[in-house]
């Protein structure tokens, strides 16, 4: 008796043992299968594009090339299509916030990337089919209303804020297709700035921001076995992850509402920002500086509590710059008002999409100095013929960075099919 009990349990050892070698192998398989992805890809140089025709020739490939074209299931239990939000003791769906101007939620990429994919022609509705999953609840919005008291996001009446994660990260845990290899071939969006590590400043808000973090990718750590959207600094000490696929999220943005006739580029230069706070000294040093006469018939609008829809594509161009990280939703917001961004610091490159020519559709400052500033407006303001080709380029392909259509959709889950299938 003793013996056929040995006998069974080595018989149920081996068979668990051929299971899991069979589906490592068959996502090795897959992997192997996509490589070609990955190995055609060329690495982007953006001091290639030299003429307008580069820059144009290079955005019209992102936008013909970079289409997933690998299938990918979605964990549709874990959308949450019925959950709801309370704010200022009303409650809205996620859609419907949104669409309310005095809430702005520039992270609201997970809830446009699910809707792209919900209607995406490569959605296969048999998970065995599939070769990435992407898992899709709104992780920007649960940390929204876990940190921020003036909102609560429940999926029912028991189950709000964090406690949805536990929900998720169950679900994750018991599934079949992410325990085959520990969610490698698993995508989801988590921008917000709950899930960042790395701030410029630690005061109060960003301590308890990097607290929350660190506390949920360890307490949920199957949610962050998956490759991810973040927010800005994607490769974060303590994280869990870091050794999945992250790419940064451009934030989400639209374009303010069009008058009946074009706009007029009355304004040479806008910046509406928060100046208050003690660290923000270079944004209220390059006010200080726009309304220099040495600058004079260069006419600029800069300040906080200005209605940016009011004034932003009258300007041609717009600045970026740092505040309590690199990023921000400006260079968004301009794209998407057909207005040229001013970077600031190189660091603001390092953190966007790096198949993207961020170079070649904005410019540079140097803000070290009010004199290295001066010269570098004077420069920039000169150049028109740069000026129209960078103009017409975000015009012509303001699609790419419009998260309410399907191409960032395509190029983010590209990018990850590639990178995730040629990494073996």
């Known amino acids: 008796m003793k013996i056929k009990i040995k006998e069974n349990a080595i018989l149920i050892t081996v068979q668990v043992i051929c299971f899991q070698y069979l589906n490592f192998y068959a996502f090795k398989s897959n992997l192997h299968e996509e490589s070609a992805l990955g190995r055609g890809l060329s690495s982007f140089k953006e001091d290639r594009l030299h003429t307008s025709n580069d820059l144009t020739n ?161 307490t949920y750590s199957s949610i962050f076995k998956c490759n991810k959207i973040g927010f ?25 509402q069009k008058e009946s006739s074009p706009q007029r580029k009355s304004l040479q230069f806008i910046f509406v920002a928060n100046m208050k706070k003690k660290m923000f000294s270079q944004r209220r040093n390059i006010c200080s500086w726009l309304n220099d006469t040495q600058l004079g018939h260069l006419s600029s609008l800069c300040g906080s509590g200005i209605p940016l829809c009011k004034h932003i594509q009258k300007a041609k161009y717009g600045f970026h710059v740092q505040g309590d990280t690199f990023g921000s939703s400006r260079p968004i917001d301009l794209i998407m008002n057909g207005v ?11 953190i966007l999409p790096d198949w993207i020519p961020w170079r070649n559709i904005s410019f540079f400052a140097d803000v070290s100095s009010k004199d290295a500033f001066v010269d570098s407006i004077k420069k920039i303001s000169s150049d028109k013929s740069m000026y129209e080709i960078k103009r017409q380029a975000i015009l012509e392909y303001q699609e790419l960075f419009d998260l309410r259509k399907t191409a960032p959709f395509d190029m983010y889950m590209y990018m990850f099919a590639s990178r995730i299938f040629s990494a073996s």
Not at 340 to 350: A, K, M, S, V
């Open 232 to 256: 800005e600094n994607v490769n974060q000490p303590a994280i869990i992850n870091k050794d999945r696929i992250n790419f940064p999220s451009t934030y989400f943005s639209q374009p303010c």
């Open 340 to 350: 040229i961004p001013i970077f600031t610091q190189e660091r603001q490159y390092d």
């Open 58 to 218: 290079y955005l019209q490939r992102l936008k013909n090339e970079y289409i997933l074209n690998t299938p990918f299931y979605i964990y549709e239990e874990l959308a949450f299509e019925n959950a709801t939000i309370l704010y200022n003791n009303s409650r809205y769906t996620y859609e419907e916030l949104i669409k309310h101007s005095f809430v702005n939620l520039k992270h609201s990429e997970d809830f446009w990337f699910y809707k792209s994919a919900m209607h995406h022609k490569m959605r296969v509705m048999d998970p065995s089919k599939a070769k990435l999953f992407y898992v899709p609840p709104m992780m920007n919005m649960i940390a929204l209303g876990t940190l921020n008291g003036k909102f609560k996001y429940c999926i029912n009446k028991w189950m709000c804020n964090e406690r949805i994660y536990i929900k998720i990260h169950r679900f994750l845990r018991g599934s079949k297709y992410f325990k085959r290899n520990e969610g490698k071939d698993h995508i989801i969006v988590a921008s917000h700035f709950g899930y960042n590590t790395k701030w410029l400043s630690s005061y109060g808000g960003n301590q308890l921001s990097t607290a929350f973090v660190h506390r949920i990718t360890k």
